[in-house]
């Protein structure tokens, strides 16, 4: 079991939002602004789209955005395309006797 | 553009040891304050963060591996290695290799990943 929670399926049509959850704690995702999100497509290494919660990296898309409220972290797609079509994984830093990172279970995100 | 790329052997035994180093090219491993991480994600499932090494040497790992890992650093070959003890048919995954920026909780530079699997 994932210590950040995902829900395992989100889909929308072309030209939609969609929102995809990460759920944790107050040891993690609602403590620390280290959240960060990535994108895999099947067969290929992730990719970083938002870091420090909403923080997007040179060349990502100005679609995605992340933000958090309380223990919830939250990506959101914009103006969705085919090639959005993907596994999204959530990740945080936790407080713990030694610092790591922990990651949520995946979003299978479908695109209509 | 830096890039990552991880070898070493695709089959071990069980209770064996997994071994695998990650080659940085496109700049150096001891540059920026970057941490260099080992991740890894099991066919069908999600990712696990197993630990990971500043250029100092020192590290830290995921509490549910710490017993059987081992990550070390050669900067003279601009590689960092991963070690992995006592393995069981639970330890086959895709192994990848990271850059740690942001304090070494966002990962922006993965390498392709490599199948290591457990099995006699």
């Known amino acids: 079991q994932s210590a950040l929670t995902q829900p395992a399926s989100v889909s929308g049509s072309p030209g939609q939002s969609i929102t995809i959850s990460c759920t944790g704690t107050s040891s993690d995702v609602g403590g620390y602004n280290y959240v960060s999100w990535y994108q895999q497509h099947p067969g290929k290494a992730p990719k970083l789209m938002i870091y420090e919660v909403s923080n997007r990296p040179s060349g990502v898309s100005n679609r995605f955005s992340g933000s958090k409220s309380g223990n919830t972290a939250s990506l959101t797609i914009s103006g969705l395309q085919a090639e959005d079509e993907a596994d999204y994984y959530c990740s945080s830093y936790t407080s713990s006797s030694t610092p790591y990172v922990v990651f949520g279970g995946g979003t299978k995100l479908t695109v209509l | 553009q830096v890039q990552l790329q991880e070898s070493g052997p695709g089959l071990v035994k069980p209770s064996q040891t997994l071994s695998l180093t990650c080659t940085v090219s496109?700049?150096?491993?001891?540059?920026?304050?970057?941490?260099w991480s080992w991740i890894r994600q099991p066919a069908g499932k999600g990712l696990e963060w197993i630990g990971r090494i500043y250029t100092s040497g020192s590290t830290n790992y995921n509490p549910s591996l710490k017993s059987r890992v081992t990550i070390s650093v050669d900067t003279s070959k601009n590689q960092f290695s991963l070690k992995l003890s006592s393995v069981t048919a639970a330890d086959t995954a895709v192994y990848y290799c990271a850059r740690g920026y942001s304090y070494g909780y966002s990962f922006d530079y993965w390498g392709q990943g490599t199948l290591v699997t457990v099995s006699s």
């Open positions: 496109g700049g150096s491993i001891s540059s920026g304050s970057y941490y």
